[in-house]
């Protein structure tokens, strides 16, 4: 996918994400660090979308992301800023720290540089939370594709990731009616009682013969 290629994805995406929130009443809110503020941009491009988007952080140091997210400093020390631990921390502090229904975060390393062992440029670690409790993470490693690449791509994952958390869980399927084992057993034991009646029956002795 091209940087144009993307562009005009997260256009899409967040018309489409937009409107479905506004029809399931849903607010944004966007914790980003790698993408510096690229998701809310794309999403503020559009008019109207004052009404879904709340607000975005963005928490390009560590230091920003404990103070304004709430990561806490043995996670970012002990997983790394470009994790799933940190994602997933920034996702859930940007929903405590906001009264919004959604929030989805972004930490990765874009290039040229920041690359460490195991950590490779292109690596991006997103992370989406729900009001009522969802959360998402997903890694992607896009491989050195150049710092402006990684960072478009990142926003469209990062708006597919909302439409799917916005559309929410399927809805629920008719209850059954539950039934106890007691209940089960009661309905069994009757028929198993015959059938051990019958297996334990002795068997017939032969009539004498009085021919």
Do not use: W
């Not at 150049?146 to 559309?167: D, F, K, N, W």
Request: glycine content about 10%.
């Amino acid at each position: 996918m091209s940087g144009s290629d993307a562009r005009a994805d997260s256009r899409a995406l967040a018309r489409s994400l937009l409107d479905l929130c506004r029809s399931r009443k849903l607010t944004i809110a966007t914790a980003e660090s790698c993408t510096g503020g690229l998701v809310a941009a794309t999403l503020t491009d559009i008019p109207g979308s004052s009404d879904v988007i709340d607000r975005g952080f963005i928490t390009y140091s560590n230091e920003a992301k404990h103070a304004m997210l709430g990561v806490t400093n043995t996670m970012l020390s002990t997983f790394g800023a470009v994790s799933k631990e940190t994602a997933t921390a920034m996702a859930v502090g940007a929903l405590e720290n906001a009264d919004v229904d959604l929030a989805v975060s972004i930490t990765g390393i874009a290039g040229p540089g920041g690359a460490t062992p195991g950590k490779p440029v292109g690596l991006v670690h997103f992370a989406v939370a729900a009001r009522d409790g969802r959360i998402a993470h997903r890694e992607h490693r896009f491989g050195a594709i150049g710092r402006s690449a990684v960072r478009q791509r990142s926003v469209v994952e990062a708006l597919r990731m909302l439409m799917e958390l916005a559309r929410g869980p399927q809805a629920p399927t008719k209850p059954r009616t539950a039934v106890s084992a007691s209940r089960l057993r009661v309905a069994r034991s009757p028929r198993r009682a015959a059938v051990k009646r019958r297996r334990a029956a002795p068997p017939l002795k032969p009539k004498p013969d009085k021919g």
